[in-house]
């Protein structure tokens, strides 16, 4: 009985952390556009996205899939030059994993009756496709996902794991994730707040 209670309660804290991981990459991702790009491409504050509040949920499930596929090329032991090629092939491969999500995530928004260049459209970039995905966007998530495998992630894993935070954890999880589903109902009624 013990042991089932112990297998249950690891699943759930599994279950919140990885609802954890994708809210705050959902964050992350709604800052890197809404506080970064947006002032330096246009000037201004843009609330990026398809929902009201501060996240992107591609963002959120981008950097599940790239945790998920991708983590173990963060191991940091071999010599330098294995180190090295692991580095390259996990940026590397970021850049396709990341392309590949923007561009089924283009699909996705069509096929639902959307219009994705609402959200982006990378037609003015050299070496795009339909104006769905383009090279330098693609190198650029690249860059960010090298920073989520080796800092971010590592950081965040430290704060999930930390001893005395789980009942805070645990609250902060019920909490953003109320806000989260909250969100999605909202937008569902009143529409994108995203008209640019």
Request: charged share 15%; with cysteine.
């Amino acid at each position: 009985m013990e042991k089932i209670d112990a297998e249950r309660k690891t699943a759930l804290r599994r279950g919140r952390d990885l609802g954890l991981t994708f809210l705050f990459y959902a964050f992350a991702g709604w800052c890197y556009e809404s506080l970064f790009l947006c002032p330096i491409r246009e000037h201004q504050f843009v609330n990026r996205g398809y929902l009201f509040g501060p996240w992107l949920p591609i963002y959120g499930f981008g950097a599940l899939i790239l945790l998920g596929m991708l983590s173990r090329l963060r191991q940091t032991q071999g010599p330098w030059s294995r180190r090295l090629l692991r580095a390259l092939a996990a940026f590397l491969a970021i850049t396709l994993l990341a392309t590949a999500v923007e561009l089924a995530a283009a699909y996705v928004i069509q096929a639902a009756g959307k219009d994705f260049s609402v959200l982006w459209y990378y037609g003015s970039y050299s070496f795009n496709f339909q104006g769905r995905v383009a090279l330098w966007p693609s190198v650029r998530f690249g860059i960010v996902g090298m920073l989520v495998l080796y800092v971010l992630q590592p950081l965040l894993d430290g704060v999930l794991r930390g001893p005395g935070r789980q009942k805070g954890l645990d609250i902060a999880f019920l909490l953003l994730g109320a806000l989260f589903l909250a969100d999605l109902l909202a937008r569902h009624w009143l529409g994108s707040n995203f008209t640019a």
